[in-house]
């Protein structure tokens, strides 16, 4: 713990000359006098004078060979309009995706860009403006609170593209007015720019596209700034967000709650937020899954608070998962970017929980990270706590993530999870890899303590403990330009781990062939093998262990487990979307089949679906689970600019759970009011029928 402490201070020791440059940041935009045509060739002699704005462009860290596909950004802005330029550069042009599609349609089908506004600096409510090879154009308003799309928002903005010899290019003009509300010359505002290149699949992140948004892949938007005085405004404004709250529930008595959420802005590096009783209340269930294994289930965060900025807690090996923190009697949590550094910290209180049987718990966690000497490799370090009961129990960890080249990186990972008066436990992994456009291979080597996973699941995620593992991967994808496919891709994944005592626990071996048609079709099969020395499942047995002294009498049963899955899937954009697949096996000594069912429909330009099934149609002699039916349906309709609503229903024939889910929400007088109404039947927590009757909430709140 010493050696861990005692590094992470030597790591901000280092970190001291940087974060006190605060400073200084060079114009990313050029203010220009008169308009410029717009006509998508960038041939006004002032767009070769702006920088590349490149520092916008959001991709995956794991990016590959960018030097085919490299896209420059250029920014140019008057008294009322932003003018935002890309050059797409392409080393295979021919291959480039032309397709024409509906006004305020999906284009990620097609080569396009995506333009991310956020002009209320808090990543609640943003812009987005997109348009594709061709010039088709789709813009809309996106609130995070509902974690939805308006696709009805229609902004003022011109665009065009054209063809080019290098690839292709665009130009696009976008009013202020209509994304500002009050007047001024001095504009500041989080941008984030994404360039979609569909037949390279992994390569370019896509940003956050498809309703809902993935927040939680988003990073921080770098600020643009059309004016130094609108910008100095902006560092010290604050946004406070009362909110007041009724619950109905049928037989029970009505009760009323209220809460505030409070955001500073101290400068556009650092950020700060206080939250008191926030409403968790409200939030979309979680999603009912089938688990095939006798451990934990990972579960996405959907609680706004924690899902914001969560992607820097996230590593190889979970050491903070929110999930673990139930309803929370407030919170504060701090955002700081300086220079190559990002820092973040968050500490909550949380109540006490009567499904537990817990008593109320401070968690903190926090994370430092610096970019390495090329803007792709990483390094960082984390810590997380609980303190319950005068106890502390948490974790701590190191990682770092070597990009050497565009092909090569090598990974690893350090942490140590720790409990009051007793002993320490550790883990690592080490993991080297090789991508090209069409080639993947990597092989990593992990050890985790026994009993690690004791600690670190107070604060964080770790499924299995007491393992020294290898896992190795082979994927390549063979290309052809005629015939029925356009790409037939191979996947495989074999792992395998010990226990720290040498015992053969478990190896699985994954192999799969995916047929992508040029008809949008993709046809697979997977066939999974593994065998498992499982210790949950329990069974007695002698074993031989020389470190207890000879023979000892175990509960321990092994398994050969194997599966085999047949997928036909259907994509056209996220919203015409269906897949279908059938799987049959033995798993955990017992047969079964399952069919699994998952269809997105965009019915009208308003009103979008989603249903998934899941059922199992034998599982003989039944062992972890019986016979399972899991239906999901979701539907959302965006009425108008400002109304809304979201069904939400789930029902597990296997817990004869049915649980309902619906809310309506009517936005007013920006920034942002909002009055949500939502209706409750069945308990939200996973794999839990409950007895929550019908209940009705009314929530109402205002930011100031």
């Given at each position: ?47 070769k004078k702006a920088p590349d704005a490149a520092a916008f462009i959001q991709l995956k860290p794991d990016r590959r060979e960018p030097h085919k596909i490299k896209t420059s950004a250029k920014i140019l802005y008057d008294d009322n309009f932003v003018y935002i330029g890309f050059l797409c550069y392409d080393a295979e042009p021919d291959e480039i995706k032309a397709e024409a599609t509906s006004i ?601």
């Amino acid at each position: 713990m010493m050696r861990t402490i005692l590094l992470f201070i030597y790591f901000i020791f280092l970190s001291l000359p940087v974060l006190g440059q605060e400073g200084k940041r060079e114009p990313l935009a050029i203010r220009i006098d008169k308009s410029i045509e717009i006509d998508g060739l960038l041939n006004e002699s002032i767009w070769k004078k702006a920088p590349d704005a490149a520092a916008f462009i959001q991709l995956k860290p794991d990016r590959r060979e960018p030097h085919k596909i490299k896209t420059s950004a250029k920014i140019l802005y008057d008294d009322n309009f932003v003018y935002i330029g890309f050059l797409c550069y392409d080393a295979e042009p021919d291959e480039i995706k032309a397709e024409a599609t509906s006004i305020d349609g999906d284009l990620r089908s097609t080569d396009s860009i995506y333009i991310l506004i956020d002009t209320f600096h808090d990543r609640e409510n943003f812009y987005f403006f997109a348009t594709n090879f061709l010039g088709v154009r789709s813009d809309g308003k996106i609130s995070r609170d509902g974690q939805t799309i308006n696709y009805r928002w229609d902004g003022s903005w011109k665009s065009s593209s054209q063809k080019t010899d290098f690839g292709w290019s665009t130009e696009v003009a976008i009013e202020l007015s209509s994304i500002f509300d009050e007047p001024g010359k001095g504009k500041a505002f989080g941008l984030s720019l994404s360039r979609i290149v569909p037949r390279l699949d992994g390569i370019f992140w896509k940003g956050p596209l498809d309703p809902p948004f993935e927040f939680d892949k988003l990073g921080k938007l770098k600020v643009l700034d059309l004016g130094e005085q609108d910008l100095l405004k902006l560092e010290r404004k604050a946004k406070i967000t009362p909110y007041i709250l009724s619950r109905s529930e049928s037989g029970k008595k009505t009760e009323a709650t209220a809460g505030i959420d409070a955001r500073y802005a101290f400068s556009p590096q650092m950020s700060g937020r206080l939250t008191i009783n926030p409403d968790f209340a409200t939030v979309e269930p979680d999603q009912e899954q089938v688990n095939f294994t006798p451990f934990e289930l990972y579960l996405p965060e959907k609680r706004e608070f924690f899902l914001e900025g969560s992607e820097v807690y996230q590593q190889r090996a979970d050491l903070f998962y929110s999930k673990r923190i139930g309803d929370i009697y407030g919170g504060v949590e701090l955002n700081a970017n300086f220079g190559a550094f990002e820092f973040s910290g968050m500490s909550v209180q949380s109540k006490e929980d009567e499904f537990l049987d817990e008593d109320s718990a401070n968690f903190s966690v926090f994370s430092l990270r610096r970019r390495g000497i090329t803007n792709s490799s990483l390094f960082g370090f984390i810590a997380a706590n609980k303190h319950i009961n005068k106890k502390n129990i948490g974790t701590t960890g190191i990682y770092a993530d070597l990009h050497f080249n565009d092909k090569f990186k090598f990974e690893g990972q350090f942490a140590l999870g720790y409990e009051d008066n007793r002993k320490s436990n550790i883990s690592f992994f080490l993991g080297p890899s090789y991508d090209t456009k069409t080639f993947h291979i990597h092989l990593t080597y992990t050890q985790i303590s026994e009993n690690f996973a004791d600690k670190v699941n107070h604060v964080g995620f770790i499924p299995d403990d007491n393992r020294r593992e290898l896992d190795s991967a082979v994927n390549k994808t063979f290309s052809f330009k005629k015939g029925l496919f356009e790409r037939v891709r191979y996947r495989s994944n074999y792992n395998i781990y010990w226990g720290m005592d040498g015992t053969l626990r478990s190896w699985q071996i994954d192999e799969g062939l995916f047929f992508d048609l040029k008809s949008k079709f993709t046809v697979s099969v997977v066939h999974t093998m593994e065998y498992k020395l499982n210790e949950y499942l329990l069974e007695p047995r002698l074993i031989y262990m020389p470190d207890r002294g000879g023979w000892v009498r175990l509960y321990i049963k092994d398994f050969r487990n194997w599966r085999t899955r047949f997928r036909s899937e259907f994509f056209d954009g996220e919203w015409k979307s269906i897949s279908l697949s059938f799987s049959y096996g033995r798993n955990y000594g017992s047969d079964f089949q399952m069919l699994e069912l998952s269809k997105k429909l965009k019915i009208t330009e308003t009103l979008f679906s989603e249903y998934i099934l899941c059922h199992i149609e034998k599982y003989d002699p039944p062992l972890l689970f019986n016979k399972t039916t899991i239906n999901v349906l979701k539907i959302t309709n965006y009425v108008s600019k400002n109304l809304f609503w979201k069904f939400f229903l789930q029902t597990n024939s296997a817990i004869d759970k049915i649980n309902f889910h619906a809310v309506c929400v009517y936005t007013f007088k920006p920034p942002f009011g909002s009055i949500q109404l939502v209706y409750q039947k069945g308990t939200a927590r996973f794999g839990v029928k409950g007895t929550q009757g019908h209940t009705l909430f009314l929530k109402l709140g205002y930011m100031f």
